[in-house]
């Protein structure tokens, strides 16, 4: 069953306000759970993981989880943990990404890797994953075990194969797409899913939610990935064109890179190769990804796998948390316009 976008009231922006208070109550009993388990005798744990936990993150993942169950009507606890195993996840794969970036900005914040270093930053990481599984354990679901388990292995994946990909122009807008159903979409489809399993519904309404969270996933980091040309630090809690000074073959690059006479391709193979990294550089590219269209393209992608997002809800019933979250996926196209 198809489901187009809509909401009753357009003359707002789309927000993620529906979705956090659908889940408030149970948003407070998982922050519970992430402050007791990210306790720990050694005072640079708390103190470096609660710099980026308490960061001002949208906690999108964790909210997935509850609005999942919400909509499955499931009226127990074991999400609660789940949720914060999401969240634990998500934060040691930040961690880890700013120090193999090299980022200076998180969220608008210092990263943890600029003020502690390096080593502290992975090793945290490391210890939050730790705590994710033992929260997925806690919960005793082998189902569950192996659906968070999987995501967090095929994140580690897509990080690699993005990496391998750095600094070549010539990536396929397919393998693209496989990064970044990778490293982002899968923790999305993974933090739906758990949600069914829990409530015991049928691996329909479990492959339904994957669906939702996979695709709302791709539609966000391509949305990411857009702004990083069209936008600010201010926006985007991060440096304007970090991604270009990274050299990564992100979507918008491919299609510039693929529009571009010879001139336009010389230049990007450059810039990628880390050889035209100045701001000059960067307003340059900039005006080369307008000019071919490749951000309008780009957010027209989002816009499709949004719209599939939406779509995977169709099987469900109406109501609040079916509404949540189908204006979670507006907001995620909405935040590059």
């Known amino acids: 069953m198809s489901a187009t976008i809509h909401r009753l009231d357009k003359s707002t922006a789309p927000s993620l306000d529906p979705m956090v208070r659908l889940v ?106 730790s705590r994710s599984f033992e929260l997925m354990v806690e919960d005793g679901s082998l189902k569950v075990l192996k659906i968070l388990s999987n995501a967090s292995a095929v994140i580690a ?31 999305f489809a993974a933090a739906c899913r758990i949600s069914a399993v829990v409530a015991e519904r049928p691996e329909a309404e ?21 702004i990083d040309y069209v936008s600010d630090a201010g926006t985007m809690g991060k440096d304007a064109g970090d991604d270009f000074r990274e050299g990564k073959a992100t979507l918008p690059v491919i299609l510039a890179y693929a529009r571009g006479n010879p001139e336009d391709r010389a230049f990007w193979k450059a810039a990628m190769e880390g050889h035209r990294a100045r701001d000059e550089d960067f307003t340059h590219a900039v005006s080369l990804i307008r000019s071919t269209r490749a951000i309008d393209d780009t957010l027209a992608r989002a816009r499709h796998y949004g719209q599939r997002a939406i779509d995977a809800l169709g099987g469900f019933a109406n109501g609040q948390a079916k509404d949540a979250m189908v204006e979670a996926v507006e907001f995620a196209i909405a935040r590059a316009y």
């Open 206 to 226: 479990e492959l339904a939610l994957d669906a939702y969270g996979r695709n709302l996933g791709i539609a966000f980091q391509l949305v990411d990935d857009a």
């Open 24 to 129: 408030a109550g149970d948003m407070n009993l998982v922050n519970a759970v992430i402050l007791a388990r990210m306790e720990s005798q050694i005072p640079l744990i708390p103190e470096l993981a609660g710099h980026l936990i308490a960061g001002g993150g949208k906690r999108m993942r964790p909210m997935l989880t509850l609005a999942s169950a919400r909509l499955l009507g499931y009226t127990g606890t074991r999400h609660h943990r789940l949720a914060a195993s999401v969240e634990f996840i998500h934060t040691a794969t930040l961690l880890h990404d700013d120090v193999v970036d090299g980022s200076d900005l998180r969220r608008g914040k210092r990263t943890a890797n600029l003020i502690w270093g390096n080593p502290a930053s992975v090793l945290v990481g490391d210890f939050l994953f």
């Open 157 to 187: 994946e897509g990080e690699v194969h993005q990496l391998t990909a750095a600094r070549r122009v010539e990536t396929t807008e397919e393998r693209y797409l496989d990064i970044i159903g990778a490293k982002t979409a899968a923790l």
